[in-house]
């Protein structure tokens, strides 16, 4: 990622107004460029270990109908890209801020069925914990994030030893970037390995979700 992003974006947070937005339309449009690139880079080289869903790149334009902070665009570029279904779930994301740059990868919104899935599977076995406490994916990410329930969701038992994990609604891992990181040379490739790293995780989820409590492919 070249330096120009970060400068951009730097300056954008301190001056997240029209005004100066608009007269600064050409600095904003070749960083914009530059950061498209590294990502379109990013989904090039995760596409030939991985099928994806088309690459999104979010647009810096903030809805601010329904928020209380009314600044009109966001303080930075990300991407997010899928992985194709049916038969692969979860998706990955960049996120390029200041200081505050991350990757994350998982499932950040199942749906009902979905959840209620993953909640049996944690139940019965624990696949997905002693592949959260590997030593690839706890160096990479640390411990597993997302929101979650305050007690017990309806149907399990509050005592269950893994009630940590059935508790949560979003099955998330981060790994945070420095700017060092994102300015790096290899950027993009770092991007990618770490993505891939990830793989244990969002195959085990997938794997659940296309089957039964059985094992049995739905």
Same mark, same amino acid.
């Given at each position: 990622?070249?330096?120009?992003?970060?400068?951009? =974006?730097?300056?954008?947070?301190?001056?997240?107004?029209?005004?100066?937005?608009?007269?600064?339309?050409? +600095? /904003?449009?070749?960083?914009?460029? $530059?950061?498209?690139?590294?990502?379109?880079?990013?989904? @090039?080289?995760?596409?030939? $270990?991985?099928?994806?869903?088309?690459?999104?790149?979010?647009? +810096?334009?903030?809805?601010?109908?329904?928020?209380?902070?009314? #600044?009109?665009?966001?303080?930075? /570029?990300?991407?997010?890209?899928?992985?194709?279904?049916?038969?692969?779930?979860?998706?990955?994301?960049?996120? +390029?801020?200041?200081?505050?740059?991350?990757?994350?990868?998982?499932? *950040?919104?199942?749906?009902?069925?979905?959840?209620?899935?993953?909640? @049996?599977?944690?139940? =019965?076995?624990?696949?997905?914990?002693? +592949? =959260?406490?590997?030593?690839?994916? @706890?160096? #990479? *990410?640390?411990?597993?994030?997302?929101?979650?329930?305050?007690?017990?969701?309806?149907? /399990?038992?509050?005592?269950?030893?893994?009630?940590?994990?059935?508790?949560? @609604?979003?099955?998330?891992?981060?790994?945070?970037?420095?700017?060092?990181?994102? =300015? $790096?040379?290899?950027?993009?490739?770092?991007?990618? #390995?770490?993505?891939?790293?990830?793989?244990?995780?969002?195959?085990?989820?997938?794997?659940?979700?296309? #089957?039964?409590?059985?094992?049995?492919?739905?």
């Amino acid at each position: 990622m070249e330096k120009k992003v970060l400068d951009f =974006l730097k300056k954008l947070e301190k001056n997240n107004n029209r005004e100066w937005f608009q007269d600064n339309k050409t +600095i /904003f449009e070749d960083s914009k460029q $530059s950061a498209d690139v590294a990502f379109q880079e990013v989904y @090039k080289k995760l596409s030939s $270990s991985d099928e994806l869903s088309p690459l999104k790149i979010y647009r +810096i334009y903030r809805d601010v109908r329904f928020s209380t902070d009314k #600044t009109p665009y966001k303080n930075h /570029f990300s991407m997010y890209v899928g992985r194709q279904q049916p038969d692969n779930r979860g998706g990955y994301y960049l996120h +390029i801020q200041p200081g505050e740059s991350f990757i994350g990868v998982g499932f *950040f919104g199942p749906n009902k069925e979905d959840l209620l899935r993953i909640r @049996k599977e944690i139940e =019965l076995d624990d696949e997905l914990q002693q +592949i =959260l406490q590997s030593k690839e994916i @706890k160096k #990479t *990410f640390g411990d597993l994030v997302g929101e979650e329930v305050k007690t017990a969701p309806k149907g /399990f038992n509050k005592e269950h030893e893994r009630i940590n994990l059935i508790k949560k @609604k979003q099955f998330l891992l981060i790994h945070k970037l420095s700017d060092e990181d994102v =300015l $790096s040379k290899d950027f993009t490739d770092k991007v990618v #390995t770490v993505f891939k790293a990830s793989r244990p995780f969002v195959n085990y989820i997938t794997d659940v979700l296309l #089957t039964n409590l059985n094992g049995e492919k739905i």
